[in-house]
């Protein structure tokens, strides 16, 4: 297939010129070759020069980002193609970085020191890693050498990601802060709800000597043998993360409210209503999270606590607020002793607790008939296996003989509370309704927790030093600043935003003169990303150097 030209003469004598796609076939009766027009572009005089250079754009997504980038070169035929570069994730992770002051900050942090090297290039490099493809710290020297255009003139070593680290440790709490407020005012956040929540990560090494902060503990991710970090986290009701810490991995969610009350007080959020879950509950947190007058919403456990059961007894009816949520407010107590309680009900999350029972008992059911098959010395020591087991014990009942039945009065008590959660507040401003959405948004933090967990994939952590550790969450936090800021401003997930960027490619050709660099054209799809980041589309020719 190829393009041609044919010349026709008019009347008057002019010749008028016509651009055809065309292609050879074989005439089987006079046995030779002859040309096919396949498609007549018009006259040559009068070619839509745009709409042709947008078809080669668009076949160019069939080839290889080596072929694309050769077949949209100007001078194509006079020019090499040498190399091309991942270029489309960089360049948004650097337009949202400056957008959201964090390289002003960083800069702000550098004065006056006598760093010879880009420290805030390796931290930007680092972070891109982590949102783009994750990596250790040593592999990040090819990737940014080989595969994404950093933008960065000199080449970056592993010992200048290091020095990054080292830096962003130091400046870690003046960064966030100053980061946090320039994306807050960018985006006009309202910062009225943070919503706190805890997880923690683990190390495949087990040398935990001389660390604070590598401690055994009970694992979110059930990995109880190996040493763990508690990493706490606090988000707007955007889902925009606003603070993270790193904490010791055997201490309890409670005693880290303390702190992360104590550090944010001093960024003046203003009035703060905190929203945590039910680990983060007691009466000591709920005095802590009240000073200088902030407020609280909190889940309660349902089992275990007076008030918590005489609120859930109380009667009266739901009613529907949104996604099939139904609430109800009960109020216990007078002045100093008064306390605000919501009820939230959900029938489908209520069939789910039902049928997640159901084959509890059913595999207790099938349990008990293989211990009465048992020989009668065998049956203690099963018995007693069914009582301890974590989730079948629950349901299991021993009698006064030794046998063992199920309780179908816990059963019944329990089926009284599926599909309930039970929250507290100290705020009477906050409407039943802005409650319940409010404490639903906790979410937004468990949401968090799973894109570091995955796409920055943040653990497992390979780094021994606790400082390491410290500064490799914080670099983490960045990247899950820039992905949640692009996901809010989007509409689109950071994996489709991703898959779509990162057919921009950046790609170096050579002619006897010069070294120029190139992007791919850029797709209706990318363009529409970028202009709702409010980041400036690259120009299609990046830069040319003279040879000589």
């Known amino acids: 297939m190829y393009m041609r030209t044919i010349s026709r003469t008019n009347k008057d004598g002019s010749k008028v010129e016509y651009v055809q796609l065309a292609h050879n076939i074989r005439d089987p009766e006079k046995g030779y070759s002859k040309a096919e027009v396949i498609y007549s572009f018009g006259r040559k005089d009068e070619l839509d020069l745009k709409a042709i250079r947008r078809l080669i754009a668009s076949m160019s997504r069939f080839l290889g980002p080596e072929e694309a980038m050769q077949a949209q070169a100007p001078g194509q035929s006079l020019a090499r193609y040498i190399r091309s570069w991942q270029a489309g994730g960089p360049l948004l992770l650097q337009g949202l970085w400056k957008r959201l002051n964090i390289s002003e900050a960083l800069n702000k942090a550098l004065k006056g020191r006598s760093f010879t090297s880009a420290v805030e290039t390796a931290v930007f490099a680092m972070v891109a890693n982590r949102a783009l493809a994750p990596s250790s710290k040593l592999r990040i020297e090819d990737w940014a050498r080989d595969s994404v255009a950093l933008g ?46 805890t997880t923690n990560i683990y190390f495949e090494t087990e040398d ?27 988000v707007t009701r955007h889902g925009i993360p606003v603070k993270c810490w790193v904490l010791p991995g055997n201490q309890h969610d409670a005693k880290a409210v303390k702190q992360v009350q104590k550090e944010l007080s001093g960024w003046r959020l203003g009035r703060v209503v905190w929203v945590m879950d039910r680990g983060m509950t007691s009466e000591e947190n ?24 005489e609120a859930l007894r109380r009667p009266g009816r739901f009613r529907v607020i949104k996604d099939n949520l139904r609430v109800k407010e009960v109020v216990l107590g007078q002045n100093a002793t008064r306390r605000r309680y919501v009820i939230m009900y959900n029938p489908e999350e209520a069939e789910r607790d039902k049928a997640s029972r159901e084959r509890i008992l059913e595999r207790i059911s099938r349990e008990l008939e ?54 507290s507040s100290s705020n009477d401003e906050l409407s039943t309704e802005d409650l319940a959405l409010g404490y639903k948004q906790l979410l937004d933090v468990e949401r968090a927790f799973r894109t570091m967990k995955t796409s920055l994939e943040i653990r497992p952590v390979y780094h021994r030093k606790d400082d390491r550790i410290r500064s490799h969450v914080y670099l ?34 050579l002619t006897e003169k010069n070294r120029y660099l190139q992007y791919t054209e850029l797709t209706s799809k990318q363009r529409k990303i970028l202009k709702k980041l409010k980041i400036k589309p690259p120009k299609t020719i990046k830069s040319i150097e003279n040879r000589a």
């Open 152 to 197: 960065n003139i000199a080449p970056l070593q592993v010992h200048h990601f290091y020095r990054g680290m080292d830096f962003l440790l130091e400046h870690a709490e003046a960064v966030q802060k100053e980061v946090f407020w320039a994306t807050a005012n960018l985006l006009n956040l309202e910062v009225d709800l943070v919503f706190f929540d």
């Open 286 to 309: 709920k005095r802590v999270l009240q000073q200088a007058g902030g407020d609280y919403i909190l889940g309660e456990k349902l089992r275990g606590n007076k008030d918590s059961e």
């Open 476 to 509: 983490c936090w960045l990247a899950l600043l820039l992905i949640r800021v692009a996901e809010t401003e989007t509409g689109q997930t950071w994996d489709r935003i991703r898959h779509e960027m990162e057919q921009l490619r950046l790609g170096e050709f």
């Open 370 to 423: 293989a211990i009465e098959s048992l020989p009668a010395k065998k049956q203690p020591q099963a018995r007693e296996a069914l009582l301890g087991h974590r989730s079948l014990g629950r349901y299991a009942k021993e009698l006064k003989d030794g046998r063992v039945k199920i309780n179908q009065a816990k059963v019944k008590d329990d089926a009284k509370l599926d599909g309930k959660h039970l929250i």
């Open 208 to 234: 935990s000597e001389d660390s604070e902060l590598k401690q055994y503990g009970p694992s979110k991710d059930k990995r109880n043998d190996l040493p763990l970090v508690t990493v706490g986290l606090a």
